[in-house]
């Protein structure tokens, strides 16, 4: 597919690095000229300096062959008016990143009227997966498949626990519960494990089951699954306001700590039940004043992710909070991995799973979408959902006689509002959701989990 993207910021250059990793035609247009050149010299790509709202800038970019336009400056405005002018120029689909809380209550309104194939808001994204996480704070991640009836948990299995040196096979029997193990995180490495794999104290297991089998397994191996009552959000971002909104909803205490005046005042007219302290955080006396020693979680949302590392790793040590660090920038993966943090979110990834996804699904060949994607373990690991619309007469036989490409499993079958643990017998049909986790990347179609 030929794909234009307009912004080279983080979320553009995560976007074009991925998308032109899958075999895509990119095109990058920016305003900043070394920007793109940067780009498209680290990438192999194409690249045009200009504004993606000039009409001769597009047609540069070959609009009219596009298949794809997708703007992601740091202007709603802008974003809006790049696809507006791509649709009367090239009829191509079109993403626009909108933020601005305005704008977003009114998406289904602005992608209706304006043709858009998507409006993408990376912020009000990450509120939804940190109000996750939150909502059960023993997970260090949750991903949701089905419309929100299946869920992936990942945890770390803690000292004493019941799973250690249990054998993958044996789960459903001894603790009579109906999840799946899909990935195992151990040190450096990353496994897809079969029945006869070993679990052990402080491996980083990720589980495929519906919520309520997944709270009464982790409650059989006493981790607590209970949300938190209270969140110390510390900076007064978008995200932060986003995140507030669904807190409280959710019964949940917040008390945001931000050092602009202006920013305060703000926050305080919007979310009038939230509580918002002015002042610095990196001063340890405030944290403390505020009863950071005593808080049940901490989400650190500053602008700097220097910042934001830190003052997670002190939350860490002085309290027994539930933390959870935004990361937008830093490349220095390798590093960040050793700190132990708790729990990670980078904006930036949530945009680039969810346009990839409807890249993949516009793609798709025999009739069976990518409703989700997401990316695990640093991206080593995708877990995706497909929906089958038709079938395919290699696929409709018993699993045990399929030929599977390696290190790959099929977690999870959603048939008429059930969860299907998957068996050598059991088979893919019309109208199934079919969930899929791989070290393979790139799956656009179930036919491609065949091996050739």
Do not use: W
């Not at 075999?23 to 498209?40: H, M, R």
């Not at 043709?115 to 990450?126: K, Q, R, S, T, Y």
């Not at 309290?319 to 708790?342: H, Q, R, W, Y």
């Amino acid at each position: 597919m030929k794909i234009i993207i307009v912004g080279c910021g983080k979320v553009g250059s995560t976007l074009a690095e991925q998308l032109s990793a899958e075999d895509n035609d990119i095109v990058a247009v920016d305003l900043d000229g070394e920007l793109v050149q940067e780009l498209a010299d680290n990438l192999d790509i194409m690249g045009v300096v200009g504004s993606g709202t000039n009409h001769k800038v597009l047609l540069e970019a070959g609009v009219e062959e596009a298949d794809l336009l997708i703007a992601v400056t740091g202007s709603d405005e802008l974003n809006l008016l790049c696809c507006l002018i791509a649709k009367k120029a090239g009829d191509c689909q079109t993403i626009a990143r909108v933020r601005n809380p305005e704008y977003s209550m009114e998406s289904g309104y602005i992608k209706e009227e304006l043709g858009l194939a998507m409006v993408i808001n990376p912020e009000f994204a990450a509120a939804e997966e940190i109000s996750r996480i939150l909502r059960f704070p023993s997970a260090i991640k949750i991903e949701t498949f089905a419309k929100g009836r299946v869920e992936l948990l990942k945890f770390r299995i803690p000292a004493g626990s019941a799973l250690g040196f249990m054998k993958v096979q044996d789960i459903i029997n001894k603790l009579r519960c109906d999840v799946l193990v899909c990935t195992v995180e151990r040190g450096d490495q990353v496994s897809i494990p079969g029945g006869n794999f070993e679990l052990r104290e402080k491996d980083v297991v990720s589980i495929i089951a519906q919520p309520k089998e997944a709270a009464q397994f982790f409650k059989k191996i006493k981790v607590q699954t209970n949300q938190v009552h209270d969140t110390m959000i510390i900076g007064g971002s978008k995200l932060a306001y986003y995140l507030t909104l669904r807190l409280l909803a959710m019964g949940i205490d917040v008390k945001i700590i931000e050092k602009d005046r202006h920013r305060c005042e703000e926050l305080s007219e919007l979310l009038p039940k939230a509580t918002v302290i002015c002042g610095d955080a990196v001063e340890k006396e405030l944290l403390q004043e505020e009863g950071l020693e005593h808080a049940d979680s901490v989400v650190t949302l500053t602008n700097l992710d220097e910042e934001n590392i830190l003052l997670s790793l002190y939350a860490q040590k002085i309290s027994k909070a539930k933390v959870v660090t935004k990361i937008n920038g830093i490349a220095f993966d390798e590093v960040i991995n050793t700190l132990d943090l708790d729990t990670i979110v980078y904006p930036r990834y949530v945009t680039s799973e969810t346009i990839i996804r409807f890249v993949r699904a516009m793609k798709n060949s025999i009739g069976s979408n990518v409703e989700t994607l997401y990316r695990l373990v640093n991206n080593k690991v995708e877990a995706l959902e497909f929906q089958i619309v038709r079938t395919d007469s290699r696929l409709s036989r018993p699993l045990e006689e399929l030929s599977l490409k390696k290190n790959l499993l099929i977690g999870c079958i959603y048939r008429n509002g059930r969860m299907i643990i998957p068996r050598g017998q059991d088979t893919m049909q019309q109208g199934d959701k079919v969930i899929v986790v791989t070290t393979t990347p790139g799956l656009q179609d179930i036919s491609d989990i065949l091996a050739d």
